[in-house]
């Protein structure tokens, strides 16, 4: 049994409320943010997301994330899989072979598995879109100088798990890590930086989000089941978006496009496809900043 608690967190930060929107989420007035008594650092946002955001991101985590010059788990078999999604649906009939060899998408500073670190040189942009939300959600919480790096999104089906496992391959460890989850529900264990310290079980549902900050950022944590998400969150609550006075935006330089983007996830036949896959799979996306404050790059020996 552990304690929870509901946070009221940065309430001077001032967020467009169209920005938000644009975004796929609701009204930062109207977030519900926890902390766990157990878990110094530990904070779990539930489920901000509008419907539309919903399908927004899934869509994004599918179709643009694991294109080229992003990495995928799959290119070490497969040779120029330069768009995986467009592969898998390029005949009347879906590849669902290839549709499930998908595991992960590295995006920004790309973790190499082999090493367990970072490189200048294996690094490639790091989306705006993501970068965007990052910053919103670090800013609500406080975190006003989190950049976001490097991401690693996960995809899960009914029998995935995941390890226990820290992340610290970071240069920076301070900073916080950002997990949003889409689709399916997961079980969530976390314990502490021990792997005999007995770990506590949450619920994760689509559109949540869990926070890993101070104490909670080296703990060991891992996924040992999927759950059926019966409610399907990204059915409801669609919206289109129409202003009148652009929001200002940080890092998203087409925002026109973005919320053409937003607005045509709402048409359920240009949304079938992605249906079809996270009605039976989870997508969790990994946000963390590599670099400390004053660093312009790995070879930047300005930590301070």
């Known amino acids: 049994m552990y304690i929870v608690k509901l946070l009221e967190c940065n309430t001077n930060y001032k967020c467009e409320d169209n920005l938000t929107q644009c975004l796929g989420l609701i009204n930062k007035n109207k977030w519900k943010t926890y902390s766990f008594v157990q878990h110094p650092g530990l904070m779990l946002i539930r489920n901000p997301f509008t419907g539309s ?18 990495k995928i788990n799959i290119d070490i078999e497969i040779d120029n899989l330069d768009d995986w999604w467009r592969e898998c ?11 499930k060899k998908l595991r992960w998408t590295t995006l920004g500073y790309h973790h190499n598995w082999n090493t367990k670190a970072y490189s ?58 950002f997990s949003f989850s889409f689709g399916q529900s997961a079980i969530f264990l976390i314990g502490g930086r021990e792997k005999y310290i007995e770990p506590s079980a949450i619920l994760l549902k689509s559109g949540d989000i869990v926070v890993m900050s101070k104490e909670a950022r080296l703990c060991y944590h891992a996924v040992p089941k999927i759950l059926p998400e019966y409610h399907q ?6 919206s289109e978006l129409d202003f009148n006075k652009m929001p200002s935006f940080m890092y998203i330089s087409n925002p026109k496009e973005t919320i053409e983007a937003m607005n045509e996830n709402i048409e359920n036949d240009k949304w079938s496809e992605f249906e079809n896959y996270i009605k039976e799979s989870r997508i969790n996306i990994n946000v963390r900043q590599v670099l400390n404050e004053k660093q312009i790059s790995l070879a930047d020996e300005n930590f301070s």
């Open 89 to 99: 649906h390029k005949s009347m009939e879906c590849d669902k072979k290839l549709l």
């Open 120 to 177: 200048e040189e294996n690094k490639t942009p790091f989306p705006e879109d993501l970068s965007e939300l990052s910053s919103v959600v670090a800013q609500y919480l406080g975190f006003a100088k989190f950049r976001a790096e490097a991401a690693i999104v996960n995809y899960y089906h009914k029998n995935s798990t995941l390890s226990a496992h820290t992340d610290h391959s970071e240069v920076n460890l301070d900073a916080p890590l």
């Open 53 to 70: 955001g919903q399908r927004y991101w899934i869509k994004r985590c599918l179709e643009r994330y694991p294109k080229k010059p992003n």
């Open 233 to 238: 969150p990204w059915n409801s609550d669609l």
